[in-house]
């Protein structure tokens, strides 16, 4: 069973950064995706951002250009630097991975991850 650990998480103001880690263990597969998802309060969980174990990356619209995700291959580690943080940051960021096809990984549909952390807040007051 995958096991997914972030850190990271914490309060910062607006256009400030933050660096979330999510730490695999027992991700014994040569091909997969990693990915972050966010939960903002009252509203459904949401793609941030999703990489490959080929080090191809996807994001959202709303975080182009500020966050970028990146893996330490070496450390099965997972790493979300977020940049000119908005209050609309604001939210529980979680960890996921799992096998899905390329596509799936590139689009990053939720769906399709079977294994996820437990979550870190990141709230971003303005």
């Known amino acids: 069973q995958v096991e997914l650990v972030e850190s990271g998480g914490g309060s910062v103001q607006a256009g400030g950064s933050l660096r979330l880690s999510c730490a695999a263990s027992?991700?014994?597969?040569?091909?997969?995706?990693m990915g972050w998802f966010r939960q903002p309060p009252g509203k459904q969980r949401e793609a941030v951002a999703t990489?490959?174990?080929?080090?191809?990356?996807s994001y959202s619209d709303s975080v182009k250009g500020r966050f970028t995700i990146s893996l330490d291959h070496a450390k099965n580690t997972v790493y979300l630097q977020m940049n000119s943080l908005k209050s609309e940051d604001t939210a529980m960021y979680y960890c996921?991975?799992?096998?899905?096809?390329?596509?799936?990984?590139?689009?990053?549909?939720?769906?399709?991850?079977?294994?996820w952390g437990q979550g870190t807040q990141v709230t971003v007051s303005s």
């Open positions: 996921a991975a799992d096998t899905p096809d390329d596509l799936s990984c590139r689009l990053m549909i939720r769906a399709r991850f079977d294994y």
């Open positions: 027992r991700l014994s597969y040569s091909s997969f995706c």
């Open positions: 990489i490959s174990s080929g080090a191809v990356t």
